[in-house]
């Protein structure tokens, strides 16, 4: 007897997701394609103003040679690494976080290296942080030194660089200057030129600056952008409409063409081990580790905020953390390499997560848009200092706000934060204000017998900090 065989029912494979959802698991995470879109544009338009500031910055010094950069090079440059890592950010993260030239530590390149080493070799130095700090994620090395030093420490060296980039914006506008007469008064600085403000580039800074403080009071997206661009309308107005105003390097007149070819020629332009005989093995250590210092603290601090902020977060642990980590350095390197200074996660990714980004679609809408922007770089020869200081000012306070979370009551803290916080803007060096605040935490934990809490590492950092402080005193001696 022959058993009947139940038919074959053929099942139908199940449909393939779009391409889209493939690679960024849109729906997965809550979100959509036209809110991935409008993020993505919203957080271009609330960080674009980096593609004015950073020229401002890097162009405002020079380096040990006297040769100062080109204002269509920076530009170039910090649109195109802007460019490629935050779309790399997006396609190996698949996270919405956007990347360019850190504000802080772009000031540590300008002002602190440049002088002391040319600015071949000061890229060669940030390219070399990049390799560390991919070297470290891929270790896990950057997790423990983060566990090493305090919180209030961290935060204090956000704080710092806050106040300092504020200065660095009130200075390059104008509206503070250096007394002339510093050495027969106590006063070293100044308001305006001779204690008044006076002039009409001054009023364009003042316009500018609440404007600024408006807009964002009022949460209107992209109000930093906007408040630069009406002022550079105003000084441009009164510069080529009346002939008014002395303006300084750059001067608001209108370029005589709106497009241009992107200018490369900082792109490679990059000597890596140099600036350790320019500036010294030891100096050119410690702006290594300043550098790394700066760059790993702050990107950890963003990616994990933001990352809370977009509810991606599980456990307390980032989705791809180790990926993010990796591209965060590798922004690093690329900012080296295009001479932009070392790029970074931006905390203004939190406006795109506010229209609704979830994923890297997000991030690769942001990049592709700076990379519209290097067809635009004439424009940004418009923008005079006065015009794009304020958001110098304004960042650096929003910066500031992190002080609430520093613990004052804690004897243990309060002078090493205050040394941290005061000195970074006072002496106009972040590598002295991370080195006072670690030397006196260690100190102070070691006087109480409780050096153990300090630990090894953090104590390592404190002599090798120590050393540089008296390294010319040392010098003196052995000469």
């Known amino acids: 007897m022959t058993q009947l065989q139940e038919p074959v029912t053929k099942t139908s494979a199940p449909p393939r997701r779009p391409a889209l959802e493939r690679l960024f698991s849109i729906s997965a995470r809550g979100s959509s394609v036209p809110r991935e879109i409008r993020g993505g544009v919203t957080t271009f338009v609330a960080m674009a103003y980096i593609v004015l500031l950073n020229p401002l910055i890097l162009g405002a010094s020079a380096d040990i040679t006297g040769a100062k950069l080109s204002m269509a090079q920076i530009t170039t440059a910090t649109a195109l690494s802007a460019a490629v890592m935050t779309v790399l950010m997006g396609l190996i993260g698949n996270a919405p976080l956007a990347m360019a030239a850190g504000l802080g530590i772009n000031g540590i ?22 390799l560390c700090i991919v070297a470290m994620a891929v270790s896990g090395v950057r997790e423990r030194i983060m566990n090493a030093i305090p919180a209030p420490l961290k935060t204090a060296i956000t704080v710092g660089i806050g106040l300092y980039i504020a200065l660095v914006g009130l200075v390059s506008a104008g509206f503070v200057t250096r007394n002339p007469d510093a050495a027969n008064t106590p006063v070293p600085v100044r308001l305006g030129i001779d204690g008044h403000l006076d002039g009409w580039p001054i009023a364009v800074f003042c316009f500018g600056l609440l404007l600024m403080v408006v807009l964002i009071a009022r949460k209107v997206a992209g109000a930093v952008l906007i408040s630069i661009g009406v002022a550079t309308v105003f000084a441009v107005i009164l510069h080529d409409g009346f002939g008014l105003g002395e303006w300084g390097r750059t001067e608001p007149t209108l370029p005589s063409h709106l497009f241009a070819a992107p200018d490369f020629g900082l792109v490679g332009h990059v000597d890596l081990f140099g600036g350790f005989a320019s500036a010294g093995a030891l100096t050119a250590t410690i702006f290594l580790f300043t550098l790394v210092l700066s760059g790993f603290f702050d990107a950890m601090g963003t990616i994990t905020s933001v ?20 591209v965060d ?33 997000a991030s690769v809408v942001t990049g592709v848009l700076f990379a519209v922007t290097l067809l635009f770089t004439p424009l940004a020869g418009v923008v005079p200092a006065q015009a794009a200081a304020p958001a110098l000012v304004v960042i650096g306070g929003m910066m500031m706000a992190q002080i609430r979370n520093i613990p004052w009551q804690e004897t243990d803290y309060t002078i090493p934060v205050f040394l941290t916080v005061a000195l970074i803007p006072f002496t106009y060096s972040i590598t002295n204000g991370v080195g006072a605040g670690l030397i006196a935490f260690v100190l102070i934990k070691t006087c109480k017998g409780r050096w153990r809490e300090a630990g090894w590492l953090l104590t390592v950092l404190a002599a090798i900090f120590a050393l540089y402080f008296g390294v010319d005193g040392l010098k003196a001696l052995i000469t």
Do not use: Y
């Open 109 to 130: 390149v300008a002002f602190q290296m440049a002088p002391t080493m040319t600015w071949a070799q000061a890229f060669g130095l940030v390219v070399l942080e990049g």
């Open 329 to 361: 350095g590798a922004g690093a390197i690329a900012g080296g390499v295009t001479g932009a200074s070392p790029n970074t996660v931006f905390l203004e990714s939190a406006a795109g997560v506010g229209e609704g980004a979830r994923t890297g679609l």
């Open 307 to 326: 990352s809370d902020e977009a509810g991606l977060s599980k456990f307390g642990k980032v989705p791809r953390m180790g990926r993010i980590l990796f």
